[in-house]
Nanobody
Framework: QVQLVESGGGSVQAGGSLNLSCAAS????????IGWFRQAPGEQREAVAT???AGGGGPYYADSVKGRFTISLRTLQMTSLKPEDSATYYC??????????????????WGQGTQVTVSP
């Protein structure tokens, strides 16, 4: 069974940086897509970035984070953070290649989330 556990969230001031990690276990397939999503209170969950394992597409980023966030298969590096980046961040995985910023319906497995708070 696939399990995903996020870590690295916390509170920072605007302009600061955080590195989120997604520890995965039970992934026994070679082809997969990793996605990071975020959800602020009262808002819909939105895709932040996606990337595929070797041979697939990506990385892909939401316009709001391009140039500030960097995704890898295990991490999401966030720099120049803004208060509007505050949200619960989730990693997700699906046993397929992704060739775009795939929405949440395209992911089978999810972590429990980690909170990111950016103060002005």
């Amino acid at each position: 069974q696939v399990q995903l556990v996020e870590s690295g969230g916390g509170s920072v001031q605007a302009g600061g940086s955080l590195n989120l990690s997604c520890a995965a276990s039970g992934i026994d397939y070679q082809i997969y897509c990793i996605g990071w999503f975020r959800q602020a209170p009262g808002e819909q969950r939105e895709a932040v970035a996606t990337i595929s394992s070797a041979g697939g597409g990506g990385p892909y980023y939401a316009d709001s984070v391009k140039g500030r966030f960097t995704i890898s298969l295990r991490t999401l590096q966030m720099t120049s953070l803004k208060p509007e980046d505050s949200a619960t961040y989730y990693c997700a995985s699906d046993p397929s290649y992704c060739y775009s910023l795939r929405g949440q319906s395209g992911f089978r497995y999810w972590g429990q989330g980690t909170q990111v708070t950016v103060s002005p």
